[in-house]
């Protein structure tokens, strides 16, 4: 495990959720996504991928992964890319628009994985778009515009979420 704060394997009481190769628990802060959580990142080398494990918590009564647990993922793959993407930027970036197209189902048990990349940056605004699959399969598209908010440290700009 990492002594990097913004990475953790979870208190020493919850259950493994198994995760493939690479990918590293991580604390994005805020109290939200640790109820909703956990949120695995891994560093491919060239991109940053964010995914999580649908569990019956995510679930709805078809035993399919809810669309607002996919809009999660959704609001926080732009925003950690560009961590890694532009690391001078280090920013909090509020979402301004988010438009999410669901392609497909993820049900319990599945690997949810998504990997995104920063179009374009103006002064005060950040353009980005996404991909996420359930188990190699189509599940989400999204593309958002994100408000440039107030700078803030997340550590090495390098690695902010110590998955490198």
Not at 7 to 35: M, N, T
Not at 80 to 91: D, F, I, N, T, V
Not at 110 to 130: K, M, N, P
Request: contains cysteine; charged residues 20%; proline residues 10%.
């Amino acid at each position: 495990m990492s002594s990097h704060p913004a990475v953790s394997s979870g208190p020493p009481d919850a259950p493994a959720i198994a995760a493939p190769a690479g990918f590293r628990r991580v604390r994005l802060g805020g109290g939200f996504l640790e109820q909703v959580g956990p949120l695995y990142a891994r560093w491919t080398g060239e991109r940053l991928q964010l995914g999580f494990r649908v569990e019956e918590r995510h679930a709805n009564p078809l035993a399919i992964c809810h669309g607002g647990m996919m809009a999660t993922l959704a609001d926080m793959l732009v925003p950690c890319a560009a961590m890694y993407q532009l690391p001078s930027e280090q920013r909090f970036l509020p979402t301004i628009s988010l438009q999410i197209d669901y392609l497909g189902p993820a049900p319990v048990g599945s690997w949810v994985q998504g990997e995104a990349e920063v179009l374009r940056v103006t002064g005060r605004l950040l353009f980005g778009q996404a991909l996420a699959t359930a188990d190699g399969q189509p599940a989400l598209r999204v593309s958002g515009i994100f408000k440039l908010g107030p700078a803030y440290d997340r550590g090495d700009p390098k690695d902010p979420l110590g998955v490198k």
